[in-house]
């Protein structure tokens, strides 16, 4: 069992920044797949960043590449996601979530999901 906390949300003005940041619970935090995933008020979730046990590989949604950047501390349990460039769409909850494997489908491989932190960006 995995426990997801996020943390780091808040409201900012577009072109600023945020970090957000995901401490997970348990002694195996480094053999899971993590990301983070987002929704925005009366739309689906979506994806927006993947990475893998080890940090080496990367997956983003087109729609934050180049903006967003998903990094892993295994030593401290904590996935992150840096946002630079915010725009009001990036506004939406959201998820940090972790599994086992790098599905085509982000989230269907995801077992894990956190309850989620507010980001608003205002313009």
């Known amino acids: 069992q995995v426990q997801l906390v996020e943390s780091g949300g808040g409201l900012v003005q577009a072109g600023g920044s945020l970090r957000l940041s995901c401490a997970a619970s348990g002694r195996t935090f480094s053999s899971y797949v993590m990301g983070w995933f987002r929704q925005a008020p009366g739309k689906e979730r979506e994806h927006v960043g993947t990475i893998n046990w080890s940090g080496a590989i990367t997956y983003y949604a087109d729609s934050v590449k180049g903006r967003f950047t998903i990094s892993r501390d295994n030593a401290k349990n904590t996935v992150y996601l840096q946002m630079n460039s915010l725009k009001p769409e990036d506004t939406a909850v959201y998820y940090c979530?972790?599994?086992?494997?790098?599905?085509?489908?982000?989230?269907?491989?995801?077992?894990?999901w956190g309850k989620g932190t507010l980001v608003t960006v205002s313009s």
């Open positions: 979530a972790a599994g086992a494997l790098v599905h085509s489908n982000y989230a269907r491989g995801m077992v894990y």
